[in-house]
């Protein structure tokens, strides 16, 4: 039995990895600032005029590749927005899918502490890693909930999709970790009815004895 329980503890060790490794992407994309790219329509003249990029994340919005205009200042931000749709999804629902995916990472924090506890008390409770990757399921539930608002209400009039690496990141992060905290519960639970055959068989053990 020492060997099987060597390759869970390993196998409980790769998932961690795993987690991080979705943390990570999840982090560059939260403060990513490429959530919404479009540009400014140019002016019809002069003819070579250029239209001025706009880059918007959840925080700070980035005009001519510079990262200056915090998101917080809206009747300052609201006048480089190029649509009223969008306008309005600025003053109305930014604040609320920032809040909803910061909800998110703050599971993701402490689905980061119950999985040392987990693996911590590997030999004794395993009820550890159902709570890490319970958390590490809800965290990219209300994360996906609040990408989909903040889609809906970017998406805006334009033909081409608006939406740029920032976001994207973030679905893969949302997959990647949902993906994971249901292997981390299917191996609690592997752990789990390993223990209980174990124990199982250490109590018939004296009684087979006996006779």
Not at 44 to 72: A, E
């Amino acid at each position: 039995m020492v060997k099987p329980q060597r390759n869970m503890r390993s196998l409980a060790w790769l998932l961690l990895l795993s987690f991080f490794f979705g943390y990570v992407i999840y982090m560059v994309s939260y403060v990513g600032n490429d959530w919404y790219v479009v540009p400014v329509e140019p002016f019809p003249y002069p003819p070579d005029n250029q239209s001025t990029p706009i880059r918007m994340g959840l925080f700070w919005m980035c005009v001519q590749s510079h990262c200056l205009y915090d998101l917080k200042v809206d009747y300052i931000i609201v006048r480089y927005l190029p649509y009223k749709e969008i306008q309005y999804a600025s003053q109305n629902y930014r604040a609320v899918c920032m809040s909803i995916i910061s909800v998110g990472m703050v599971l993701l924090c402490l689905a980061l502490g119950a999985y040392f506890l987990f693996l911590s008390g590997f030999n004794f409770s395993h009820l550890m890693g159902f709570v890490t990757g319970g958390l590490q399921l809800v965290s990219s539930i209300v994360t996906m909930i609040g990408v989909i608002i903040y889609g809906v209400k970017f998406r805006g009039p334009t033909i081409n999709n608006p939406f740029g690496w920032s976001l994207w990141l973030m679905v893969a992060a949302i997959l990647w970790l949902a993906a994971n905290g249901i292997l981390v519960i299917l191996l609690t639970i592997v752990i789990c009815a390993r223990k209980r055959r174990k124990e199982g068989e250490d109590f018939n053990t004296p009684l087979q004895a006996s006779f």
